[in-house]
C-alpha cells in the first residue's frame, strides 16, 4: 500500500529504510508537537518521509484508539497517582499507547 502511494523510482527501499532509521536517531518530539506541522516543515528536507507521512496521517480513524486510550488511562490514573501532572500523564500515555515502538527502539 504504502509502495503505490509514493511517486515511482523514487527511492529504492532500502534508502527509504535508511531515511526512516535515520528518522529513529533524531531527538524524540514532546507530546504536544502538532504532528502535520511538523512533516509540513519537512516536505523539503526529507521528501520521501514527508510522502509516507501524509499515507500514515491520512488514514481514517476509529474510536478503537479512542477506547484503548481511555482505557489506558485507568492504569495511569489510580489513587497512588492522583497527583500526576497533565504533561507526565501525556507522556506515560504516550508511551503506554506506543509501547511496540518503544520496544523496538531498545
Known amino acids: ?9 523514487v527511492l529504492s527501499e532500502g ?6 532509521h535515520g528518522l ?10 502538532n504532528v502535520l506541522e511538523y512533516w509540513a516543515l519537512q516536505e523539503f528536507a526529507e521528501p520521501e518521509l514527508f510522502e509516507l507521512s501524509e499515507v500514515a496521517l491520512s488514514a481514517t480513524p476509529t474510536s478503537v ?7 489506558g488511562l485507568v492504569h495511569e490514573l489510580t489513587a497512588f497517582r492522583n497527583k500526576l501532572l497533565g504533561e507526565n500523564v501525556d507522556n506515560l ?4 499507547l506506543n509501547r511496540d515502538l518503544l520496544e523496538l527502539a531498545l
Not at 24 to 33: G, H, V, Y
Not at 65 to 71: D, G, S
Open 24 to 33: 529513529c536517531a533524531k531527538p524524540i518530539q514532546p507530546a504536544e508537537t
Open 93 to 96: 500515555m504516550v508511551i503506554r
Open 15 to 20: 534508502k527509504i529504510i535508511q531515511k526512516l
Open 65 to 71: 484508539p479512542v477506547e484503548r486510550a481511555f482505557c
Open 1 to 9: 500500500m504504502l509502495e503505490q502511494e509514493l511517486k515511482p523510482a
